[in-house]
């Protein structure tokens, strides 16, 4: 027996998509700072930083777990894809989606849903996968989100977990150092492997504190520097002809030699 449950954030965002830190500096801000046994790197459509993280984890024997994963934005709101080995292809349906993540093992988590926003899946669309054959239904719901889009609707989407039977996770939807682990899940069990398995056995629980009004002020100021940054690195990978075609501030030369390794 544990001490104390596991905890997990399982919606981290670095360089590689629109987050203000670097891999490195995320790992060594939770070695040294969090109580959590598992975090999940899910940037916007690509998983290079992810498969680094996680590699870079294992190398230094990190007392945390990296998962992969991928916030992928479909034709019915922004999916969380964790546990993968592959990007998922973006704007399909939702469905389709799904069916992609969990074809290649992974599991799939709708991100901040329900909010009247296009980025967000809804209700009616969830109730209908959920119909469906398991190969198309989503495995959780994002019922914690401290962020704006998750805040007002945070009592709605428990209440639709508890109506469908869907087990719940809590993330901080981090784009900063600071925002790490602000929401979380406890499960029972310290692994990834434990984690993925209350997650299917509907057994996870979702905590975690909401950002104040202006919390987030200082992060979009990061953000919108950092894409002055972004946009003068994917011209420069275009003109030389050794970028990733979507680079966003993290050079790929920091990410492949990991991920070549990783994958011995």
């Known amino acids: 027996m544990t001490d104390r449950l596991g905890r997990a954030d399982l919606h981290i965002h670095t360089l590689a998509s629109d987050g203000t830190a670097g891999v490195l500096d995320i790992l060594d801000h939770v070695e ?11 940037d916007h459509e690509r998983i290079d930083a992810a498969v680094a993280a996680r590699a870079i984890a294992l190398d230094r024997g990190l007392r945390f777990e990296v998962v992969v994963g991928e916030e992928i934005t479909t034709l ?8 993968l080995e592959t990007r998922v292809r973006p704007f399909r ?3 389709s989606t799904i069916a992609a993540i969990h074809d290649q093992g ?11 926003y296009p980025l967000c899946a809804q209700g009616f669309v969830l109730r209908r996968l959920l119909a469906d054959e398991p190969r198309f239904r989503p495995d959780a719901i994002e019922a914690f989100n401290p962020t704006t ?18 087990a719940t996770v809590g993330n901080s939807d981090a784009h900063s150092l600071e925002a790490i682990g ?12 434990e984690l993925r398995a209350a997650i299917l056995a509907r057994t996870t629980h979702h905590h975690g504190t909401f950002h104040g009004t202006t919390a987030q002020l200082g992060t979009f100021r990061e953000q919108l520097r950092k894409y002055g940054r972004d946009a003068r690195a994917n011209l420069g990978g275009r003109i030389r002809g050794d970028g990733t075609g979507r ?7 920091l990410v492949e030699p990991v991920d070549r390794s990783a994958r011995r």
């Open 76 to 83: 019915g709101g922004h999916l969380l894809g964790l546990w």
């Open 247 to 253: 680079d966003l501030g993290y050079p790929v030369e």
């Open 32 to 42: 040294a700072n969090l109580e959590l046994d598992v975090i999940a790197i899910a």
């Open 149 to 166: 889009l998750g805040r007002p609707w945070h009592g709605r989407v428990v209440q639709f977990a508890e109506e469908h039977g869907l």
């Open 93 to 95: 349906s939702l469905r």
């Open 106 to 116: 992974g599991l799939a988590i709708p991100a901040h849903p329900l909010v009247p």
């Open 182 to 193: 602000s929401g979380h899940t406890t499960f029972l069990g310290r692994t990834g492997d």
